[in-house]
């Protein structure tokens, strides 16, 4: 299969740090969203952005296949934190689930745990 486009993304200190693209198109400080102070993103921001505006993509993409006009699709993408007595069996299928959790599927160490934050 050939390589349509490959991006790269490194992140200093986790959700209390730095992360930044090999272009420098996101070159931001995270923070959790508990600290948000409006100068900073979370990985939930980004997941959002990210989805949203893939997804938009391809809403765009099949109403021109089939000739819709005029058209110009918003998505708006609500991503949640959320506290529940199912959590971890959520984390799980969550896990098993989730398409970039199948690709890197023994390619990579990944724990699940879920953690209270206050």
Same mark, same amino acid.
Request: proline letters at 5%; a negative charge; hydrophobic letters at 35%.
């Given at each position: 299969?050939? &390589? =349509?486009?490959?991006? +790269? @993304?490194? !992140? $200093?200190?986790?959700?209390?740090?730095? &992360? =930044?693209?090999?272009? +420098? @198109?996101? !070159? $931001?400080?995270?923070?959790?969203?508990?600290?948000?102070?409006?100068?900073?993103?979370?990985?939930?921001?980004?997941?959002?952005?990210?989805?949203?505006?893939?997804?938009?993509g391809?809403?765009?993409?099949?109403?021109?296949?089939?000739?819709?006009?005029?058209?110009?699709?918003?998505v708006?993408?609500?991503?949640?934190?959320?506290?529940?007595?199912?959590?971890?069996?959520?984390?799980?299928?969550?896990?098993?689930?989730?398409?970039?959790?199948?690709?890197?599927?023994?390619?990579?160490?990944?724990?699940?745990?879920?953690?209270?934050?206050?």
């Amino acid at each position: 299969m050939a &390589v =349509q486009y490959e991006t +790269k @993304a490194t !992140n $200093v200190g986790g959700r209390k740090g730095h &992360v =930044q693209t090999d272009d +420098k @198109a996101i !070159n $931001v400080d995270v923070l959790p969203p508990q600290q948000a102070d409006g100068n900073a993103t979370n990985p939930e921001q980004l997941f959002a952005a990210g989805y949203a505006s893939c997804f938009n993509g391809a809403f765009d993409l099949i109403l021109k296949q089939n000739k819709v006009r005029d058209a110009e699709p918003e998505v708006t993408l609500t991503v949640r934190l959320e506290d529940d007595p199912d959590a971890e069996k959520y984390l799980q299928d969550a896990h098993d689930f989730c398409p970039y959790s199948k690709a890197t599927r023994g390619n990579i160490d990944v724990k699940l745990n879920v953690e209270v934050v206050d």
